[in-house]
């Protein structure tokens, strides 16, 4: 950082003095008309590109001069989608090498380590395998990095906080994923995920502003969590999933600027959904008994910095909450979130689709019908049916391993895990394998280390290098075993062992419901009149 500063002073200098030297200066204007302005931007992207194309191969023959080895043929390559840095191209010649010397075992003894002088010619073919190597290489990094790594913090609690964030790329969770709960999905994309992904629609008047707030409440285990993971997945929204331990702290008075903190980060990073599970435990109600000073604080805090008088009716930020107990909510809390969705206990038709879902890369005997399934689990929620098909699924390895005992050791045939491949290919590129040891010297005497680069089994645990061994010196195929599929038959024996855990019945869910017809989505609002109204 400090090195980054000094040179953009020196470069800022260095401006100064250049303009004291020639104070006279034209400005560059783009043309006004729509085909003279169409050409000189066409012409302003080939220009570009072509200064990168001819950048990049600058930077390898930097490379490929230190590794004193040669590559006639590097005038031809053009890669001009983006300027490569020094240790991209090491990477990029790196990988080349190791590929070269795979194809052509015999050029090994063409290179000389310590000599200035060296035969080996990289070829273009192989300098072209690496580059795509490279660029897929690029693109995965693109994705895994975190966003707002970039996000100027301005204090440290918004900085322990970044660490909460998770991009959209890193959930892992669609609607297409969650079985049932269509009228959820649908209005979840409707509101929360239009006005994530096109504010533009909702910038007229002051009747469709974006909602601040969305509440999913119900008993356990029905998809709640994975509905918010869903949202912030396909939204293309930043994702803060916050709690107690997040917000709290043992320090009087830091609690509520740390609660602060969190929406100016997330009013930087947005659009961004501020995702609070179990929201009972952290806001509820204010005139509990025994709650100490320094909670009702955070709550109050909380509240004003969600709808205060500092925020934006257009900030796309929303607070999407989970919980199975909506009326131990504060008053206040349920008046900022005016969605509020019940997701309840699936019917027949419903648990058939999510068996459908969770089953869909099982093996099923023909003729299964997720139908009779579903008939059967009355009062199972998606997270119980999803414990009943992992306890159906573990009897045919049962069933398996008794055939097995009845056999007899001498009726088995025994498998070896597979050989490994002498090169394996690099992220799936074709012809490119990973770097050699002579490639890795190469790339470390480019880089101008003095020490010796350690081996590729460095990090590599004792328990993984003997597994990894073992899976050499292997002749056969690690196969799966030939487990017979699964049958109605299964589940209705794990329905011994897997039961409900919710019940209609219960009392909880006559308060959900209660709840639902007094505030939720869809309820009848019956509310009893005040004596003087009657």
Known sequence: MARTGIRVRSEAKAMEHLKVLFPNQIKLTAPSSQPQLGKWRRQMEEDGAQSRATSNRHTIQTVVERCHIGCSQLSKLTYREQKLDREAAERLVAWAIAAQLEAHPEQTSLIQLHEHQCDFDLQLSHLQAALEVLKFTQEAEAVNKKVTL????????????????????????????????????????????????????????????????????????????????????????????????????????????????????????????????????????RDKSGEHEAMRKMKTEFMAAWDGLRTNQYDRVLVLAATNRPGDLDEAVVRRMPRRLMVDLPDAANRAKILKVILKEEQLAPGFNAEEVASLTDGYSGSDLKNLCIAAAYRPIRDFLAAEN?????????????????????????????????????????AGEEEAAAPATAGMSQGSAEAASAAAEGDGELKAADLRALTVKDFQEAMKQVGSSASEDAFSMGELKQWNELYGEGGSRRSKLLSYFS
């Not at 707030?213 to 969590?225: A, E, I, Q, R, Y």
């Not at 025994?414 to 012809?431: C, E, F, N, R």
């Open 150 to 285: 970039d996000v100027q913090t301005d204090n440290d609690f918004e900085k322990k906080l970044l660490a909460e964030v998770i991009p959209p790329g890193e959930v892992g969770i669609g609607f297409g994923d969650i079985g049932a709960l269509d009228n959820v999905k649908s209005t979840l994309r409707e509101v929360v995920m239009l006005p994530l992904k096109r504010p533009e629609l909702f910038m007229r008047g002051q009747l469709t502003k974006p909602t601040k707030g969305v509440l999913l409440f119900g008993p356990p285990g029905t998809g709640k969590t994975m509905l918010a993971k869903a949202v912030a997945s396909e939204s293309g929204a930043n994702f803060i999933s916050v709690g107690p331990s997040s917000l709290g702290s043992k320090w009087f008075g830091e609690a509520e600027k740390y609660v602060k903190a969190l929406f100016t980060l997330a009013h930087k990073i947005a659009p961004c959904v501020i995702f609070v599970d179990e929201v009972d435990s952290l806001l509820g109600r």
């Open 406 to 446: 009845a056999a007899g050791p001498s009726d088995l045939e025994v498998s070896t895990p597979a050989a490994a491949p002498a090169a394996a290919d690099l992220s799936g590129a074709p012809g490119v394998t990973p770097p050699t040891q002579a490639a890795a010297e190469l790339a470390r005497q480019s």
